[in-house]
């Protein structure tokens, strides 16, 4: 049983997108939630209707202000969220992914306000051990995987200076519900598209690149504990534990949408990681984070 934040004034940045939106939804019945949203990749149709809307860009400092006002917890999801959006765009990520973030901290600290960050696995870039540890040292890839890193550091930072609650949580590959299927989302969400369809699904460079895709309702749950956690000023890893390559994926999802779809591989992307999987044992532990959609389980349900 996951103890929930109650009776508290929450801000959830990227509250309109794909974690965000979910993670309203679980906290909506018991809290005052605000959205804070530019509805660029955001949707309307996620928008919980019990929660507050305020619709602008995180990095206007007189709309994050509006959006923080009294807030008591905020959970940080907004961002450039590609990997290859980042390396198209590393100006404007970085806007987002690293100013946006500074500027948000400092407000939690006026208001002495806790904040749950979305940190991601990129920071790690190419891991020497397999599973990763948060001890891994960082050696991003890409550009988002350095404004990451930043955001994982300044966390921990805020914490130590100023004894602000923080907490990171690196996500792996999350998929699931509402995740959208344009040339910017995640892997699964696009195969998924292509096989209904019945079009060529298109694995980037040779398929043995390895994931560790976690289900957003186990995202969402890691969000919750980080949330009431007494162990701040940490980053946790938030995968599963196991990891399939890409090619394997293309196949499982080919098989469990009954589509005739032809698998084609591509060249490989700029910047990609070629194996990712998650050492949970730290989350587990401290935060009592435990995964419980199998992979099979999630696209099954997905498709
Ligand atoms: C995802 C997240 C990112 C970050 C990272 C951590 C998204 C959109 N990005 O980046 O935010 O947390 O995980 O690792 O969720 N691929 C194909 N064909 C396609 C699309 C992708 O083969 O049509 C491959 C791609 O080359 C990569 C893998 O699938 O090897 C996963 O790609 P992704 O874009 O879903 O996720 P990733 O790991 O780049």
Redesign the pocket.
């Known amino acids: 049983m996951v103890q929930t934040p109650a009776a508290q004034t929450i801000l959830v940045t990227g509250g309109a997108g794909?974690v965000g939106s979910h993670l309203v939804d679980a906290l909506v019945d018991e809290n005052d939630v605000r959205i804070l949203d530019n509805f660029t990749t955001g949707k309307r149709e996620n928008v919980n209707e019990n929660a507050t809307v305020i619709e602008g860009d995180i990095c206007d400092s007189e709309t994050l202000e509006r959006a923080t006002a009294d807030v008591d917890l905020i959970f940080h999801e907004a961002?450039v969220?590609?990997?290859?959006?980042s390396v198209e765009e590393p100006m404007r990520a970085n806007d987002v992914n690293i100013d946006a973030t500074l500027a948000l901290l400092e407000r939690a600290r006026d208001l002495d306000a806790r904040v749950v960050l979305?940190s991601?696995?990129?920071i790690y870039g190419q891991p020497t051990d397999i599973p990763i540890s948060e001890d891994e040292s960082f050696a991003p890839s890409?550009p988002?995987?350095l404004q990451?890193s930043a955001l994982d550091h300044y966390a921990r930072i805020y914490e130590e200076l100023y004894g602000l609650e923080t907490v990171a949580l690196?996500?792996?590959?999350?998929?699931g519900p509402r995740?959208s299927s344009g040339?910017?989302?995640?892997?699964?969400?696009?195969?998924k598209r292509?096989a209904t369809n019945g079009e060529p699904?298109?694995?980037?460079?040779d398929?043995q690149?390895t994931?560790?895709f976690v289900h957003v309702d186990d995202v969402v749950r890691a969000n919750l504990l980080a949330a009431t956690t007494e162990h701040v000023g940490e980053a946790y890893n938030i995968g599963t534990g196991e990891s399939v390559t890409?090619d394997e994926?293309?196949e499982t999802i080919r098989d469990v949408s009954g589509s005739s779809s032809q698998i084609v591989?591509?060249d490989?992307?700029p910047?990609?990681?070629?194996e990712?999987e998650a050492d949970i044992s730290k989350a587990m532990e401290k935060l009592g984070y435990e995964p419980t959609i199998s992979l099979k389980e999630g696209i099954s349900s997905l498709l």
């Open positions: 794909f961002g969220v590609s990997v290859q959006q979305a991601s696995c990129a890409s988002y995987g990451k690196r996500y792996f590959n999350i998929y995740q040339d910017y989302s995640g892997v699964i969400s696009i195969f292509q699904i298109t694995v980037d460079g398929g690149q994931r560790d890409i994926l293309a591989h591509t490989p992307r910047g990609d990681i070629a990712s």
